[in-house]
T-cell receptor, first 112, second 114 residues
Framework: DTGVSQDPRHKITKRGQNVTFRCDPISEHNRLYWYRQTLGQGPEFLTYFQNEAQLEKSRLLSDRFSAERPKGSFSTLEIQRTEQGDSAMYLC??????????FGSGTRLTVV | DAKTTQPPSMDCAEGRAANLPCNHSTISGNEYVYWYRQIHSQGPQYIIHGLKNNETNEMASLIITEDRKSSTLILPHATLRDTAVYYCIVRLPTLNNAGNMLTFGGGTRLMVKP
């Protein structure tokens, strides 16, 4: 296991389309996080799972955003009816504890 | 979580020590100081964290002032590969539903020059 894996690395989509991103955390990490990063800004927290339970989702940007982690392993982040403002880097991280997150390299979304 | 203030950018000569400051004057007694860095096109990378004692690991040293209102991350011999954005984050270590996030500010863009 070489770290947190995110797929795809890049995604270009037309406005109004749905997109789904996948994150595979480090296998022994039971905590998984999604962040969004726009150009020139630090990452912004979106949501958090402990095993399969989504313990914090109030920071999801709108009801067009949803995340799942059905078996407590990989996770998906879906954006419905994409808008140009959704263009950003979407980062996934995992951790076994409350510190020492390991981040993936992210999925860069471009909405045209 | 307490707010942090960092200079937006710094330069450092290759091979010299890079000292990155962070102010966190509203830090509470049980909040830790964490440092992450983000190299271009990669996700943030954990560097080090501490509560009140100075800490050192293979990547860096963390110096926290006695009143804990500021800290300095030290890269003892900066290389070109240390060019990155460095984020100072202050947060509680304990798990709670709303508080298990990292709150990133703008960070310091460190440019290591040959």
């Amino acid at each position: 296991d070489t770290g947190v894996s995110q797929d795809p690395r890049h995604k270009i989509t037309k406005r109004g389309q749905n997109v789904t991103f996948r994150c595979d955390p480090i296998s022994e990490h039971n905590r998984l996080y999604w962040y969004r990063q726009t150009l020139g800004q630090g990452p912004e927290f979106l949501t958090y799972f402990q095993n399969e339970a989504q313990l914090e989702k109030s920071r999801l940007l709108s009801d067009r955003f949803s995340a799942e982690r059905p078996k407590g392993s990989f996770s998906t982040l879906e954006i419905q009816r994409t808008e140009q403002g959704d263009s950003a880097m979407y980062l996934c991280a995992s951790s076994p504890y409350n510190y020492g997150y390991t981040f993936g390299s992210g999925t860069r979304l471009t909405v045209v | 979580d307490a707010k942090t203030t960092q200079p937006p950018s710094m330069d450092c000569a290759e091979g010299r020590a890079a000292n990155l400051p962070c102010n966190h004057s509203t830090i509470s007694g049980n909040e830790y100081v964490y440092w992450y860095r983000q190299i271009h096109s990669q996700g943030p990378q954990y560097i080090i964290h501490g509560l009140k004692n100075n800490e050192t690991n293979e990547m860096a040293s963390l110096i926290i002032t006695e009143d804990r209102k500021s800290s300095t991350l030290i890269l003892p011999h900066a290389t070109l590969r240390d060019t990155a954005v460095y984020y100072c984050i202050v947060r509680l270590p304990t798990l709670n539903n709303a508080g298990n996030m990292l709150t990133f500010g703008g960070g310091t863009r460190l440019m290591v020059k040959p």
